[in-house]
């Protein structure tokens, strides 16, 4: 995978910065939920268009997943894909006090509400080490059960490629699992770039 | 923010602004209390904002989700980030009257609402505010197109299952139409005309043997003949000779019995021809000879035709053609009992025309009556199931309905022209192959 989108020096500085802004995300999300999490290295790469429904897919495995996007806006622009493994999620109810009888609208709820905590934090963490002003919209459902390799489908893609940041969280002693796939459309990259630039210059 | 204090003229603008916003705005610090309520809540809560200052929210709304609130509220001081309700999960956080009181609707307002983390110059997050968006009438025209698409995917499904009907009961009429017709004609000639058929066959075989018997003996007596003495006898026996032509009465005979046979022979082949058309269950695609199908058809239906009209067959040279042969016999046999009806009988024999010909791929066949002819209105109906001409009790209105379903199943057409006290002309196009899918 080439990664012609952004030098090596940006990839490193952009790299580390996912890093520390995961290590403070975690420390948070552990804070608003109760409990620790256990979050992965960030992976950074390119992809096609084309190929970003089969990369979710990957990520997801074999089975069926749900999928909630949600946009950010201002200085870094793009969208955040949280997918998570068939019903993990609702093993998460007791941590943001949803009751124990889940109905379809509340797992739905909670599916958005956790997004919302992990991509606020993630990507809010990663935003302010960049000293980007960013905002976020209200998160919605993309996908609900279904077969991974149908979370998104190629012809909804309006980018040509993208800059993909790929997170796994996990819970201690919990079965939840998920991916946070942050995405960059090719000309929102130019801003990447340029904070990042900054970002090395201040070093 | 902290570059130069706002002017209290701007402050006041701004405290007009929040009051009077057409939506609602409210802040509540990390232990609850109330820091801010402006008009809209006051108006649709019907709590003042001076009674909900310094308050805490659960104590003023104790139906408040108060756990689920909690963390949501303590996510955004925690993170700085926004958290959200949607009305389509959650439908309100505060149960508010919706904006129709009287015209009716929902139950209560519906509400998007967005918590909003207020940072103090230093940068921590000392309050949260909640801005409520009415999305009452969003929610009704929403559930308005729920129920209009539930009704219309009720409806789909119920066309469906109708389509599915129709067809069964389509294939039942044409099952139910070749039992009519063609069930009751076949297996009644072919009984009928098969017992005596039978037995004048058998006779025709013994008569054959007792003929050539005699003419064996007869022979035996030629040379006997000269020695007769007796000139009475001799003279008799010549006389009788010449008056019966002897000679030709022993050529004749077997030729007699050769053509008997022989017409036996044709009627066999109708009683075949007969079952032939009548084997109902023969629904594979074969290649067949159409001018031979026609003429097997004329055959059944001959009983129907021979009284009231000569037929003219102007037949071409025909191709092999793909079609299940046994459906277009009724197709053709259709075509000539309605020919053979449309005929006026008080002017007479009428005529009716079979021809057939060749065009490129395709191949046609045309039965062509001097009968009455049709109307506009009769020629524009003729294909619809169950429309009749005839008498009560007479025709079932379907024949041509099936005929034109069978003529489309070939992937073919039917060509009508009329001219009222003229006659009719039906002159049915078929490829002479099917396409890829129907081949096989």
Known sequence: MSMEIINSDQRDALQEIANIGMGQAGASIAQ?????????????????????????????????????????????????????????????????????????????ELLLDISNVLVGACLGGIAELLRAEIGFSAPSLLADQVATSKLLQADAIAARCALLVEVRFGLEKRVFRCHLVMLMPEDAITALRLALDRFIEEL | MNSSAPSAASVALLQSLVERIDVGIFAVDRAGSVALWNRFMAVHSGKSSANMLGQNLFAMFPELPRPWLEKKLESVFVLGNNAFTLWELRPYLFRFPHNRPLTGGLDAMRQNVTFLPLRTSGGEVTLVCGTIFDYTDTAMAQLGLHDAIAALNQEKDAQRQLIAKLETAQNQLLQSEKMASIGQLA??????????????????????????????????????????????????????????????????????????????????????????????????????????????????????????????????????VECLAAQLNQVFMNLIVNAVQSLDESRGMGTITLSTGH????????????????????????????????????????????????????????????????GTRFRIWLPVKQGEPAAQ
Request: glycine share 6%.
């Open chain 2, 187 to 320: 297996a009644g000639i072919a009984h009928e005309i098969n017992n005596p058929v039978g037995f004048v066959n058998s006779n025709l075989q013994t008569l054959k043997k007792y003929c050539e018997q005699m003419l064996k003996l007869i022979a035996a007596y030629q040379p006997a003949e000269a020695r007769i003495d007796d000139p009475e006898i001799l003279a008799e026996i010549t006389a009788i000779k010449r008056a019966l032509d002897l000679d030709f009465l022993q050529e004749d005979l077997p030729d007699l019995i050769k053509e008997s046979e022989d017409g036996l022979f044709r009627i066999k082949k109708i009683v075949e021809d007969l079952k032939d058309f009548s084997h109902v269950d023969e629904a594979d695609w074969q290649h067949a000879d159409l001018n031979a199908g026609l003429d097997s058809t004329l055959n059944v239906v001959w009983n129907e035709v021979k009284y009231k009209a000569t037929v003219d067959k102007n037949y071409g040279q025909l191709p092999a």
């Open chain 2, 359 to 422: 065009q490129d791929d395709m191949v046609w066949v045309e039965v062509k009556d001097t009968g009455q002819g049709m109307s506009e209105d009769v020629q524009k109906r003729i294909f619809e199931p169950f429309f009749t001409t005839k008498p009560v009790g007479k025709g079932t209105g379907l024949g041509m309905s099936v005929s034109y379903n069978i003529v489309q199943k070939h992937h073919g057409r039917i060509e009508l022209a009329s001219v009222i006290g003229e």
């Open chain 1, 32 to 108: 608003v939920l109760g409990t620790f999490v256990e979050l992965s290295v960030p992976q950074i790469r390119a992809v096609d268009a084309a190929e970003i429904p089969a990369t979710l897919a990957a990520l997801a495995g074999d089975g069926v997943a749900s999928a909630v996007r949600q946009a950010f806006l201002g200085e870094l622009r793009g969208e955040a894909i949280v997918i998570f493994a068939e019903h993990s999620a609702s093993d998460l109810a007791d941590l943001l006090s949803y009751g124990d009888a889940l109905d379809a609208p509340a797992s739905r």
